[in-house]
Structures are given as C-alpha cells and as structure tokens.
C-alpha cells in the first residue's frame, strides 16, 4: 500500500475541480424520507365530512310538467310531440311565470344522447325555470 504525499516536483497542492456530490445526495434523501414519513400525517388531518346520498321518492303533482326524451331525441310534453327547442321554450315560458313556478322533471331514455338532453336543460334555463329534475328507476338490489 502507498500513499501519496505532495507531488513529486515538489509543486503544492493541484486544485480539484470536480464538485463532490456525495453530501448533497445524502441532505436529498434525508429530505425524501421525512417528505415520505410526514405526508400521510398531513392528509389525516384534514377532516372532511362527505355528502351522504339521499334518494327521495318523487311526488308526482298535477302541477309537475314533465318532458320526455327518446332515443332519437326527440321530445314530448305530457304526450305531446314538440318539433323543436322553440316550441318547448313557448310552453316553458308560459310555466314559468306561474305562482308557484312548477317543476320540471325531465325523462330521458337510456340510449339518448346527452346534446338532446343539454338542449332540453338550456331552454329550461332560458325559460327562467328554478327546478329542474331528472326521474330515474331505482337500479335492482339483486
């Protein structure tokens, strides 16, 4: 084994220009692990309370003005074909200056596209209509 002491001319110390990375790796995983350790600590803390779904039958009144739409997008109110958006806007508008403004609950077949939907639901909100519902079937419990 040898060691080396000074140069051989006799020159002192060269200058090494490397940077020595050694210390700074050490302080990243240092830093890594109290990250990793303190994390799920810091997420605990925040309690949060989450919604609780509640699912109420509906109650149908006579009042309800219910619009349905098919597969092919097309819509009714209460059994009558409307050609278009305009022609439900008329009759919205019409329900919506009622004293209480009745709601609307809109039927929509699986199968529908959710444009036709959109467009029921933007005339519904043109029309100035406060509550607008959608009725589903209860999925099996089988």
């Known amino acids: 084994m040898s060691m080396s002491v000074g ?5 002192e110390d060269t200058v090494v220009s490397e940077i020595n990375t050694t210390p700074l790796v050490d302080v990243m995983l240092v830093l890594l692990i ?7 600590v810091v997420l605990k803390l925040q309690r949060i ?8 039958v509906a109650k149908t009144t006579p009042e309800d003005v219910n619009i349905v739409v098919n597969k092919d997008g097309e819509m009714y109110w209460n059994q009558k074909h409307l050609a278009n958006t305009d022609e439900l806007f ?3 508008k019409k329900e919506a200056v009622k004293v209480p403004q009745p709601e609307v609950k809109v039927r ?5 596209r959710y444009e036709a939907i959109g467009k029921v639901l933007y005339t519904a909100q043109r029309a100035a209509i406060q ?12």
């Open 90 to 92: 008329e009759f919205l």
């Open 7 to 11: 140069s051989d001319s006799g020159d």
């Open 49 to 56: 309370k989450l919604p609780v779904e509640t699912n109420q």
């Open 108 to 112: 929509g077949d699986q199968e529908t």
């Open 131 to 142: 509550k607008v519902g959608f009725i589903t079937e209860l999925p099996d419990k089988g």
């Open 34 to 40: 109290i990250f990793l350790i303190t994390s799920p």
